[in-house]
């Protein structure tokens, strides 16, 4: 079978390109790509080339797929997994194969280090390792969207767990955030930002009595909080506040007041900005957890952090990124309970538009870029949908069902377009 899929063979050396997948061998599974969601993280590897450990160093002989937030249909499932999955399953994969012996796994990645197997294709080829360690995922719900942003969520709820806290004369530490505590996420209205302060309104388990989401960029945070409303939030038992610190004289004395100066038990950090991360160790309280969430590209990058207070009063850091198969599991358990990631999406794009938008991530404005992998399509702002529907009937229809899901994407958006694109 052909493939149309963006390839990288080296530093800022995407391609899209036509080739034939090889036949599956009994322990693979034949798949079709739908959607992809753009992340940053395949700008790094787009820009690092074989310096980064996901990338092989022979990548520009064995180019591999690029793109690791996807989802789409099983056409065909070798023997060995027949039992488990069947043609026509919906799926979302986990990309981080972690093995027993340690995560080694992180050398081998969809989307990173394999020639026939990443998100940015129209079909694909699952190698059996995948299914091995549990990685791909039914998918049940509604739409592909969804599935394909259940990987970004996943790793906002690996870092919530990965949080922890300690109790006075123990040596066991308590993971996950603090109940009814106080939580402050910074830099919080991009992409990943979004997915954290949604996931924190629709848990059931356990949430913050006050969450703080601060930013520098009023317009990104009135978007914020048009969406994950305070009066939402009130309805979940959580004090939300949306604060643009860039208008404080005094930011870290301003936040603290918010908390009664007692300072934020759990803060998340999602910009590598020194000022950023020297800020949220300042906020914090007795036995405060900062994660530190955000990758930085710089190998060098540091930033000054309060060590009598490590001492003192117990604080302590924490850094994560990716989520693990059962962070994945919940991402798709609670999408079908009710949270829908559509906030996050702010542009939608074709297979054509990939490559030119990974290698210049960071200089497009808004939140998740939303590749449909078999319809070629510019990357669009949703926002300038009504615009373009003026001269175009299907930016014209798109507008209107956006328009009818308060501005955002939606399952019926995403099957008009399926349905009604080239």
């Known amino acids: 079978m052909k493939t149309r899929a963006v390839r990288l063979y080296g530093k800022k050396d995407l391609r899209l390109e036509e080739f034939d ?44 797929i690029i793109g690791h937030e996807f989802a789409g249909e099983l056409l065909e499932v070798g023997s060995k997994w027949a039992h488990k999955f069947k043609a026509g399953d919906k799926f979302s994969i986990q990309p981080a ?18 020639k ?56 066991k530490h308590k993971m996950e955030i603090v109940d009814g505590g106080k939580m402050a996420i910074l830099a919080g209205v991009g992409p990943m930002g979004l997915a954290a302060i949604n996931y924190v309104l629709h848990r059931e388990d356990r949430k913050p009595s006050l969450l703080v989401v601060t930013d520098v960029d009023q317009a990104r945070l009135d978007r914020a909080a048009s969406i994950y409303t305070v009066e939402f939030a009130e309805s979940r038992g959580i004090d939300l506040h949306y604060i643009n610190t860039g208008a404080m004289e005094d930011p870290v004395k301003e936040l603290k007041t918010l908390t009664g100066d007692s300072g ?34 710089d190998p060098n990058f540091s930033a000054m952090f309060n060590f009598y207070n490590v001492h003192y009063a117990y604080t302590h850091i924490v850094g994560t990124s990716g989520g693990n198969n059962d962070d994945m599991v919940e991402a798709l358990d609670i999408m079908s ?52 529907g003026e001269t175009n009937e299907l930016f014209r229809e798109l507008a209107v069902i956006c328009s009818r899901h308060k501005g955002l994407w939606s399952v019926e958006a995403e099957a008009y377009l399926l349905a009604n694109s080239k």
């Open 21 to 64: 997948l090889p036949p599956i061998k009994e322990n693979e599974i034949l798949a079709k790509v739908v959607t992809d969601s753009l992340c940053m993280s395949s700008y790094k590897a787009s820009s690092q080339g074989t310096d980064h450990k996901r990338i092989p160093d022979d990548v520009a002989e064995n180019p591999i």
């Open 97 to 114: 194969l972690y093995y027993e012996n340690g995560p080694v796994g992180i050398l081998s990645a969809p989307g990173y280090s394999y």
């Open 116 to 171: 026939y197997v990443g998100g940015d294709a129209t079909y694909v080829v699952i190698p059996d390792e995948v299914m091995e360690r549990d990685c791909l995922l039914k998918f049940r719900g509604e739409g592909y969207y969804p599935a394909s942003l259940a990987e970004p969520l996943s790793c906002v709820i690996g870092a919530m767990h990965a949080n922890y806290h300690t109790t006075p004369g123990s040596y």
């Open 264 to 297: 934020y038990d759990d803060v998340f950090v999602f910009a590598p900005v020194r000022p950023v991360v020297e800020q949220g160790d300042a906020i914090l309280g007795f036995d405060g957890c900062l994660n530190f969430f955000a990758g930085p590209s």
């Open 337 to 388: 309970k009710g949270l829908d990631p559509a906030g996050l999406i702010t542009h939608i794009g074709g297979l054509n538009a990939v490559a030119d938008a990974t290698n210049n991530l960071p200089h497009i404005p808004g939140g998740k870029k939303l590749i449909y992998t078999h319809i070629d399509m510019p990357l669009t702002p949703i926002s300038d949908f009504e615009k373009l």
